[in-house]
């Protein structure tokens, strides 16, 4: 595979290569024996329309299997280069999650064009797909699931999976439904249907707890603390009749958590969440994304500099103080940013709800003292160090100095921390993603408060003497 990758670049960056005249034959036919996952990476490194002359050269089951994979970058472009005709006959082909993904991504007025081609069957079975908001259980499920009546045996439902396991996502989970109603009774695995006897009720090897269930709307977090509590392999989602809408599957879910996590990732940086992979972002598309924030840091820090001017007086009379200031707005920022992520973490992974802040408040008080003696041990430590073996001279006030730096740093290490894990719940109850109290935020936040608490401490401590 990484020989066939390599060719594949190295036409790509051929200053001499001419797309018209690429064999996409022969490259289908040194791919047609990889895997999906393979040949979907190789086609990535193509231009669209060298990659859409491919896929039509590759089996049509092997075009499907490709086009299936959620991760493949070039899907939707890929679709808007092949022939209107075989664009449609793909796209009804494929799965119905994966086909409404193409059509989210895809641009007008391709969209409109291609969607008014497709099937009046599949158009609607679309449109209920791409009704729900985007990361909730609804915009995730697909509809291709096995469900059986509860009048069936087990030996009826083994025959009806054999007929329909081509159609289906997922053969894993058959859902009973009310023959009448068709609202949903029971969730029964494959595995307890091979080895039921064929000739009694199909709720005979249902379990014995009411179905795990999900809302359309609930959040794709959320929808993966179940599946991953319940250690499920998909999950139904059912309206509020109780009948099946779709079902949210576990592989659909892992690439859900990945775009999460990414997404988390890059808004704890101190950025917007890109929409894009980073190598096929716009360079203004990228500015945008990294200036708002930056800007409203840096102003943020400006901040900084306004709390170095109040205090101009007493940095001009004890010059020396300004020699840790780094020091002290480091450690309180990095006691916030630590603070911050912990706290973020728990609450996505819902170790600890709102109504718990008084208790982190309780904990991170007690913690923050302790590490701010620490490092406030560490500070005196070293400016004793320095003095007495004479790498540099703090002035005949050098015990006062380092009382300052050491009491300060309990003092801003225990306000970092605090505050640090106060931002996250303050956010999301104010309806914003937690992780927008990112590291960069919390550490800017607390540079401004930790030099007037620094200059606060010295002006207690030094009055009268350097003060």
Do not use: C
């Amino acid at each position: 595979m990484d020989d066939i990758r390599n060719t594949a670049e190295d036409r790509r960056d051929d200053p001499r290569r001419d797309d018209e005249f690429v064999d996409a034959a022969a490259l289908a036919a040194e791919l047609a024996e990889e895997h999906p996952a393979d040949i979907a990476e190789a086609l990535d490194d193509e231009e669209p329309e060298v990659a859409s002359a491919v896929l039509a050269s590759l089996p049509r089951e092997k075009q499907i299997e490709i086009l299936d994979l959620p991760d493949f970058d070039l899907s939707s472009d890929l679709i808007e280069a092949l022939p209107v005709e075989e664009a449609v006959r793909l796209i009804s082909e494929l799965s119905a999650d994966r086909a409404a993904d193409l059509f989210r991504w895809m641009e007008e007025p391709a969209r409109s064009h291609l969607f008014a081609r497709l099937p009046a069957a599949t158009q609607a079975e679309l449109n209920r797909l791409l009704s729900w908001p985007e990361h909730t259980a609804g915009s995730l499920m697909t509809t291709e699931f096995v469900s059986v009546p509860s009048s069936w045996t087990i030996g009826d439902t083994l025959r009806h999976i054999r007929a329909i396991e081509r159609t289906r996502e997922t053969i894993y989970a058959i859902y009973v439904l009310d023959p009448e109603t068709h609202r949903l009774l029971q969730a029964v695995t494959l595995r307890r249907l091979i080895i039921g006897e064929p000739q009694q009720p199909i709720l005979s090897a249902a379990p014995d707890h009411d179905p795990i269930t999900v809302d359309p709307l609930m959040d794709r977090e959320e929808v993966a603390r179940l599946i991953s509590k319940y250690d499920l392999l998909a999950v139904p989602v059912v309206d509020a009749n109780e009948q099946v809408l779709g079902i949210v599957t576990v592989d659909d879910m892992i690439d859900a958590i990945i775009e999460e996590g990414t997404e988390d990732a890059q808004k704890f940086g101190g950025m917007e969440a890109l929409d894009e992979p980073y190598m096929e972002i716009g360079f203004l598309d990228m500015l945008k994304k990294r200036a708002g924030w930056l800007s409203i840091l840096f102003l943020g820090e400006m901040l900084t500099a306004s709390a170095m001017q109040h205090f101009e007086d007493e940095l001009e009379r004890a010059i020396v103080l300004t020699l840790f200031i780094p020091l002290i707005m480091s450690s309180g920022g990095n006691s916030g940013s630590q603070a911050t992520s912990l706290i973020i973490r728990a609450l996505a992974l819902h170790e600890i709800k709102l109504g718990d802040w008084w208790r982190v408040a309780l904990r991170e008080l007690p913690s923050g003292l302790v590490l701010g003696a620490i490092l406030g041990t560490l500070g005196m430590t070293r400016i004793t160090i320095w003095q007495l073996a004479g790498f540099h001279d703090y002035g005949e006030h050098w015990v006062l100095v380092a009382a300052t730096v050491g009491s300060a740093l309990v003092a801003i290490v225990t306000f970092g921390s605090l505050i640090g894990s106060m931002l996250p719940f303050v956010l999301r109850r104010a309806g914003f993603d937690p992780a927008s109290a990112s590291a960069p935020f919390v550490a800017t936040f607390i540079d401004v408060t930790g030099l007037v608490i620094y200059f606060s401490v010295a002006l207690a401590i030094l009055h009268g003497t350097l003060l």
